[in-house]
């Protein structure tokens, strides 16, 4: 018997039973692989009655809800705004302008009835004009300074060729973005959008859109029913309105309205009419004496008689 071929068996079995095994746990590794992914599966995919999550979202834009509110303000920021000071029936002033944040105001002169008008420089720091009043010795204005349109007082003797500094309400009451500017500081407005502001020594006067707010010092606001009114002037015991839409007047009409104790009662009487006057934009109106301004688009008019004839 050759003994060198059984060993040769005994050793080729020994392998085969080798790789046998070697199979059978690669075989078992696998199906556990396999298992192990399904019960994964199983876990993260949602099952079919329940409901779908969100969809994930990115974005680089701040949250809408976030966003603070606007405050509302006195007076917009670009809303155009007149003034017109009369000193006698031949020389004015008037300056016009936006708000805090438009465009640079104007200031011009006039001595010839408002036939020609001169520019004056107003100083590099003035960004917007609040108010102005003029008298025979000298022009007060309220202007807002710097960036920030800082309420400050100036006035000229010398027709704007050097400003000073002014006493607080020399130039009356203006509007700003932050409220009225009147002689005590800034109080709240009446209305949402005042159109124009008057303080005098006793009285004070908002004009609003339908309706003329009146008080008496640092009393309660009475609200008077009066529509289209664009400008007012002092009048001594009274006041003067310019208003447009009047029945009576394709123009720009003028009435009266007593300046002592108002009340939502208080009426108006008409005093005249320019007729040939704009009706659209902003209006401005002085009087001194029995000469009557009135500033609607590009035209001054003057009435010597009280504003009964244009």
């Not at 000229?156 to 002689?183: L, N």
């Not at 009446?190 to 006793?202: D, K, T, V």
């Amino acid at each position: 018997m050759d003994t060198r071929r059984g060993t040769r068996n005994l050793g080729s079995s020994t392998r085969r039973t080798t790789l046998v095994w070697v199979a059978v746990v690669v075989v078992v590794l696998v199906v556990v692989d396999i298992a192990l992914v399904l019960l994964a599966l199983g876990r993260t995919a949602p099952n079919a009655g329940d409901p779908a999550g969100p969809i994930p979202t990115f974005s680089s834009s701040p949250d809408a809800s976030t966003d603070p509110t606007p405050t509302p303000t006195a007076a917009a920021a670009g809303d155009t705004r007149r003034f017109l000071s009369a000193v006698d029936g031949q020389e004015a002033w008037r300056a016009s302008g936006e708000t805090c944040g438009g465009a640079a105001p104007t200031l011009e002169h006039t001595v010839d009835g408002g036939a020609t008008w001169v520019p004056v420089a107003l100083g590099p720091d003035v960004s917007t004009l609040m108010a102005i009043r003029a008298s025979s010795t000298d022009l007060a204005i309220l202007a807002g300074i710097g960036a920030d349109c800082t309420p400050t007082v100036r006035t000229s003797a010398d027709d704007g060729a050097t400003w000073t500094d002014g006493a607080p309400g020399a130039a009356g009451a203006g509007i700003s973005t932050a409220g009225i500017v009147t002689t005590a500081g800034v109080v709240e407005p009446p209305c949402s959008e005042p159109i124009e502001a008057y303080q005098g020594q006793q009285t004070s006067v908002v004009v609003c859109d339908g309706q003329v707010e009146w008080r008496s010092g640092a009393g309660e606001w009475v609200d008077v029913p009066v529509g289209g009114v664009r400008a007012m002037a002092d009048n001594g015991d009274s006041y003067l309105l310019a208003r447009v839409g009047a029945e009576a007047c394709a123009g720009v009409e003028i009435a009266s309205m007593t300046a002592i104790g108002v009340t939502p009662e208080t009426p108006t009487t008409a005093v005249g009419c320019d007729a040939d006057a704009a009706t659209a934009g902003p209006v401005s109106l002085d009087r001194v004496g029995q000469s009557i301004w009135l500033w609607a688009d590009d035209t001054v008019s003057v009435s010597a008689d009280g504003g009964v004839t244009w």
